[in-house]
Structures are given as C-alpha cells and as structure tokens.
C-alpha cells in the first residue's frame, strides 16, 4: 500500500551513477555481500556474467568496526536488521574503522543507522559526531524522519544515510561515530568513491 515513488526517489538521492548501481549500493549498505548479490545477478540474468557491479565501496559492517565504551549487539528476536549494531549513546562511546586506501579520493560517507524516533524536527547531526583521521567532519543537515527513521511496529527502521563529502588520502584513513544523549544504532560505515559511482 506504500507509494513506490517513495522508494525510488529514496535511492535516487543515493550514491551511483546508474539506478541499477544506486540499488547494488543500497542493497551492499543493508548487509548483502557482492558475491552473493553478484551470485543473485547472475543467476537471474541470461546470456554473459554480469560485471563490474562493485565499483570498489569500503564495505565496514558491525563486525568490522572498533567500538570504544559501547559493545557489537546481536538481536533478532524482533526481526531488527542488521543482526549485528552498535548502539551509541553518548559522547564516550564511538565506533571507528580503519582503512587504506591506494590514493587520495573524494568519497561519499555513509552510515547504516536506526532510531526508533518518528520525530519530524530532530537533526542526526545532532545526534551523532563524525571525525575523519581526528578532525570533525560537518555531517548534512537532515532530520530523523527525512533519513527514514523511527518504528514500523516493533522493528526499528534503518536506513543508508549519505552523511558527508569527504576528501581522503592516500595510506591509512580513520573514521570515528561519537554517540550524544540521543541514542542511536549503527550497523555500518560504508565509504564510495565519487569518481566511480
């Protein structure tokens, strides 16, 4: 009964060049892995192996970041997904994750988050601090209900939620989610680069 166009827009304001890479992105942010949607592509589709679907996004799920002051949750009595998130609660608890990359780029952040808040007004930057390699890093004004946050009945929305442009450099890179009073889980950190989506 939801209005697709809803949907389509969401992912159209999503990272990728083509709708089809928007929702290989989509689907990657969620918690699939390349090979098995790369499987999936492939079994669904006739004639040549589908190709060059992962245009090389840092893939960093729950299990893959450092969490300080706050611990990896597993919960799927109520159907939450991910299965695996970190909540953050306040300023001393974060997650990080480092990487390298081969050479600087410009990237586009992104974050797998849950609130089960329907607030129409309230700011995730209010929320949730970033930093890239130490240095605070402005995150895009946009509110809980603009992201997709809140509950649909017991389960608690989550969504991929373009946090900022940023500029990395070549070698190791460090990105760290610092909590505030508003509670809010992460189930991943995911980084594209713009000069191939």
């Known amino acids: 009964q939801d209005d697709i166009s809803k949907y389509i827009a969401f992912i159209n304001s999503l990272p990728g060049n083509t709708f ?6 989509v689907l990657l942010a969620i918690g699939l892995t390349p090979e098995i949607l790369n499987a999936v592509i492939n079994n ?8 060059n679907n992962n245009a090389g996004q840092i893939i960093a799920r729950a299990e893959n970041l450092t969490g ?3 611990t990896v949750r ?18 001393s608890q974060t997650v990080s994750y480092t990487f390298n990359a081969p050479k600087a780029f410009s990237g ?30 402005t995150i895009k004004d946009i509110t809980n209900k603009n ?41 991943g950190i995911y980084v594209f680069n713009k000069a191939v989506i």
Do not use: W
Not at 150 to 163: H, M, W
Not at 169 to 177: F, Q
């Open 20 to 25: 089809k890479n928007k929702v290989y992105n």
């Open 44 to 51: 669904m589709t006739d004639g040549p192996t589908a190709a």
């Open 68 to 70: 300080s002051g706050t």
């Open 74 to 91: 597993t919960d799927t009595s109520d159907r939450n997904h991910p299965d695996k998130y970190f909540t953050l609660g306040g300023t």
């Open 108 to 137: 586009q952040l992104v974050a797998y988050l849950g609130k089960s808040d329907n607030s129409s007004s309230k700011k995730i930057a209010n929320a949730i601090s970033l930093q890239l390699n130490n240095s605070a890093v």
């Open 147 to 187: 992201a997709g946050m809140g509950v649909c009945g017991k389960r608690t929305n989550y969504f991929p939620v373009v946090l900022a442009d940023i500029n990395f450099s070549a070698g190791n890179n460090t990105i760290k989610i610092a909590g505030s009073s508003e509670a809010f889980n992460i189930g």
